[in-house]
């Protein structure tokens, strides 16, 4: 007890000055670090430091800066406490090894400033050459950076800057080596094992102010290069009518959630300092799309010719490169204010499955594969069984596309939630075998080959109550419509089955989910006989 008091008390004054000396010695006196008080324990084998900072001395910094052999990397740290266990004081006073089984960082701020206009003519040295004056190793079991306030200011070469700031980050390194062999232990990255970053919550307002969108249960695995959201959502910050009123004119409203996402092979580096998606894989595990439009309010000015998806991902300021992106589980819902009825239609595809290949707007990667395609099944309406297959030229100016699908074993009521509120048109009876397309076009038409075989359809033609809103069936020209116009099956009796060559041009006005849908309805209404409806 003798011997650990007396080392305690002669240790902790030769350690407390030993750490300001190594800090000040290893950068060229470049940082200086203070604390509150620190306090050893010999026989427990820990130190504990109170409100510790590490910060850069300007003077020296401009002095560096001058002589063209100041760091491109500024770090300045501030931390309420820092914990260290399993800590063997003899290694460090007596071999320069410097050894502990677990360190804690509580409550700490740390800003970290790259800067590549900075010019260092000075030799490049590895870690353990920065250290090797003062010891042979640092070794650190377990690091744990708890609730970590971190930002990251990165400064490109015509002085622009990239600032990134994330709160709360939960950060774990295991087994951390710097000795003269551990830079090339090929199991090592960035002289640990592995690290975990980990995050609760990230929320950050989109540039319009209209939404919030939310991140949460962020997790980063540097050894796998895997990274995990929890769940993704984009939400409206106002309610419809108030949204409706901040726009002014047509505009949709969307609401995104996707749950356990997980993209492989991410790379960090690219995406903080120069603001690039690189990905292998992207794996979405489950999520919800709702779109909400009110055909009620003016339309916007301009069109939107340049605003297909591949046209707007060339658009996009952040260059992305995924190889692969698959989703599943995704519900889809688009509903519409219909301004002549005032009542709403739902269009909905459940159970979404949906393959991406090739999603990118660099040229060099478009250059050796000049096409995104996507390939999907899903239920549409509660009963069809719908699989497409899309094809976007990334290289054509006039947004060349070209879209192919199958919808089988339909009953055709289902889709009443939809005719009756925006076509003031109810389906009867109808049992859609199958729905077969293939679709070309550009950003002004598209053109194809429709073909539908189905049975026995009915309609009835609706008017609506203009004080009540409430539909009622027009009895004889329903009758007119059933026995005189419209064709009841395809094929009919002895007849061969219609196929209809389909040409429609398009309203710049629309998305281009707008022409795919309207050239697939020309053709459907082609061979119904039902285009006089």
């Not at 429709?450 to 809103?469: E, G, P």
């Not at 007119?480 to 429609?504: C, D, F, H, Q, W």
Request: glycine share 6%; with cysteine; aromatic share 10%.
């Amino acid at each position: 007890m003798g011997t650990g008091l007396y080392l305690n008390h002669h240790w902790n004054k030769l350690l407390k000055r030993e750490l300001q000396g190594y800090v000040c010695d290893l950068s060229d006196s470049l940082y200086t670090v203070k604390f509150q008080d620190l306090r050893l324990n010999v026989l427990a084998g820990s130190v504990t430091l109170e409100k510790a900072s590490m910060v850069v001395d300007t003077a020296v910094y401009h002095r560096l800066l001058a002589q063209q052999k100041a760091p491109s990397n500024l770090y300045t740290i501030a931390l309420d406490r820092l914990e260290i266990k399993y800590f063997k004081p003899w290694q460090l006073f007596r071999g320069k090894n410097l050894q502990m089984g677990f360190l804690k960082v509580s409550g700490s701020n740390i800003i970290m400033e790259q800067n590549a206009t900075v010019i260092d003519t000075s030799l490049p040295q590895t870690a353990y050459q920065h250290i090797s004056s003062k010891l042979k190793s640092i070794f650190i079991g377990h690091l744990l950076l708890d609730s970590t306030n971190f930002k990251y200011i990165f400064t490109h070469k015509d002085s622009s800057r990239v600032i990134h700031q994330f709160h709360r980050l939960n950060i774990r390194v295991n087994n951390f080596l710097i000795d003269s062999l551990s830079i090339n232990d090929p199991s090592r990255f960035l002289y640990a094992r592995n690290y975990e970053l980990s995050m609760k919550d990230y929320v950050i307002r989109t540039r319009d102010s209209l939404y919030w969108v939310n991140i949460k249960d962020i997790r980063y695995d540097a050894a796998l290069h895997t990274f995990h959201i929890g769940q993704f959502q984009v939400q409206p910050r106002y309610s419809r009518p108030d949204f409706q009123q901040k726009t002014g004119i047509q505009k949709d409203l969307y609401e995104v959630q996707f749950n356990n996402i997980s993209i492989r092979d991410l790379n960090p580096r690219l995406l903080l300092q120069q603001q690039q998606i690189w990905a292998q894989r992207v794996d979405i595990r489950s999520g919800k799309i709702q779109i909400y439009r009110n055909r009620m309010l003016p339309m916007p000015p301009g069109n939107k010719l340049g605003q297909y998806p591949h046209q707007l991902l060339q658009q996009l300021n952040i260059p992305i490169n995924i190889d692969t992106l698959a989703g599943s589980n995704v519900d889809l819902a688009y509903t519409e204010l219909n301004p002549e009825t005032e009542q709403t239609g739902t269009v909905r595809f459940s159970h979404i499955h949906g393959l991406f290949n090739n999603i990118t707007n660099i040229d060099s990667m478009i250059a050796q594969k000049g096409h995104t395609t996507v390939n999907c099944d899903a239920i549409f309406m509660q009963s069809g069984k719908l699989t497409a297959h899309f094809d976007f030229s990334l290289n054509d100016k006039s947004g060349k596309f070209a879209v192919s699908g199958q919808l089988k074993n339909m009953n055709g009521k289902d889709l009443n939630v939809v005719t009756q509120p925006l076509g003031k048109i109810e389906i009867r009876s109808c049992n859609i075998q199958d729905l077969t397309f293939n679709i070309k076009g550009d950003e002004w038409k598209a053109s194809g080959k429709v073909k539908m075989l189905y049975q026995n359809l009915r309609i009835a033609i609706l008017k609506q109550d203009s004080k009540h809103k409430e539909f009622t069936r027009k009895g004889f020209i329903s009758l007119v419509a059933n026995t005189m116009i419209i064709n009841s099956s395809n094929p009919l009796k002895g007849e061969k089955a219609r196929i209809a060559n389909v040409t429609y041009e398009r309203d710049i006005q629309k998305s281009f989910f707008n022409l795919v849908w309207k050239t697939l309805f020309e053709g459907v209404k082609d061979i119904a006989g039902a285009r006089a409806l």
